[in-house]
Nanobody, 125 residues
Framework: QVQLVESGGGLVQPGGSLRLSCSASGFNFKDYGMGWFRQAPGKEREGVSCISSDGSNTYYADFVEGRFTISRDNAKNTVYLQMDSLKPEDTAVYYC??????????????????WGQGTPVTVSS
């Protein structure tokens, strides 16, 4: 049973930084790509980033504009999202996902159809 546990969200001022973490279990983590989605109030969930199983390929949505960095530690079954230069429009609940590694460069699709509880990020002064 796939389990995803996100953490690291919080309240941050515009221009600030946060590092999100997602601990995964129930599948062979090192064989899967991992992704991040977000869902802002009143909006649909959207893909943010994806990283291949070995970390060699990544995808970022256009709105990231070089501000976020996805990474993973296969020894810890954990994927990270470093978010810098945060904007109020980044306010959302952030979710991680398990992905087909080969399709990660095209963006996350939640290949294993599993969601964690998410971690809320609020960017506000």
């Amino acid at each position: 049973q796939v389990q995803l546990v996100e953490s690291g969200g919080g309240l941050v001022q515009p221009g600030g930084s946060l590092r999100l973490s997602c601990s995964a279990s129930g599948f062979n983590f090192k064989d899967y790509g991992m992704g991040w989605f977000r869902q802002a109030p009143g909006k649909e969930r959207e893909g943010v980033s994806c990283i291949s199983s070995d970390g060699s390929n990544t995808y970022y949505a256009d709105f990231v504009e070089g501000r976020f960095t996805i990474s993973r530690d296969n020894a810890k079954n954990t994927v990270y999202l470093q978010m810098d230069s945060l904007k109020p429009e980044d306010t959302a609940v952030y979710y991680c996902s398990a992905e087909d590694s080969s399709s990660c460069p095209l963006g996350p699709i939640n290949a294993l159809d599993a969601w964690g509880q998410g971690t809320p990020v609020t960017v506000s002064s």
